[in-house]
């Protein structure tokens, strides 16, 4: 069975522009949630969606949006791109919710300049 | 007050040696308890939860101490194969899950 899959991979944006991040949940799971993780910082928490509704949202601006759609899958959406934005995004998934086992994909890592 | 605190380390041991790590959260109410691994540019993988009574799995064993609200992970007979980043995890307000910063364990030879 495929794990999280997250696209793209790898992305470079200038300041200023938008970014959409992509993620595919495990089949069967219908929680998702995003996690910023800034080198040498551990994940932190962006938005978490259980059954299409958003469950939680880290204290991020609002530049930062996501979505879940019917089949479960994802997208995160940076608005304004900032120099501090640049971080590797990752997507996590569950079956029961976010205090569950979280399965994360390999992440999207965003480079800003 | 950050919601989950880590000594960031790095921890440096040789092979063999026993090594824990503490994590201290800040809400009282937080019910889930976990240990990640994460392996240098890879995505963090569940290690093990951590229940009230404190559980092992092998050569790894988790305690919770409600009443300090800390949680600690001990890793016994160290392995080249333990060096990661150890991140604590505790789910928080709105019932949502939220890391430390991760604490860098590195076995010598």
């Known amino acids: 069975d495929a794990g999280v899959t997250q696209s793209p991979t790898h992305l470079i944006k200038t300041r200023g522009q938008h970014v959409t991040l992509r993620c595919s949940p495990i089949?069967?799971?219908?929680?998702v949630s995003w996690y910023q993780q800034v080198l040498g910082q551990g994940p932190q928490f962006i938005f978490q969606y259980y059954e299409k509704e958003e469950r939680g949202r880290g204290n991020f601006p609002d530049r930062f949006s996501a979505r879940q759609f019917p089949n479960y899958s994802s997208e995160l959406n940076v608005n304004a791109l900032l120099l501090g934005d640049s971080a590797l995004y990752l997507c996590?998934?569950?079956?029961?919710?976010?205090?569950?086992?979280?399965?994360f994909g390999e992440g999207s890592r965003l480079t800003v300049l | 007050r950050k919601e989950v605190e880590q000594d960031p380390g790095p921890f440096n041991v040789p092979e063999g040696a026993t090594v824990a790590f503490n994590c201290t959260y800040s809400?009282?109410?937080?019910?889930?308890f976990f240990w990640y691994r994460q392996d240098c540019r890879k995505e963090p993988k569940l290690l093990m939860s951590?229940?009230?009574s404190g559980n092992e799995d092998g050569r790894f064993t988790a305690q919770l101490n409600r009443a300090s609200q800390y949680i600690s992970l001990l890793i016994r007979d160290s392995k080249l194969s333990d060096s990661a980043t150890y991140l604590c995890v505790v789910n928080t307000r709105a019932n949502n899950l939220f890391f430390g910063t991760g604490t860098r364990l590195t076995v010598i030879p």
């Open positions: 996590a998934s569950s079956f029961q919710g976010p205090t569950g086992e979280l399965f």
């Open positions: 951590v229940y009230s």
């Open positions: 089949s069967g799971h219908k929680s």
């Open positions: 809400n009282s109410a937080s019910q889930s």
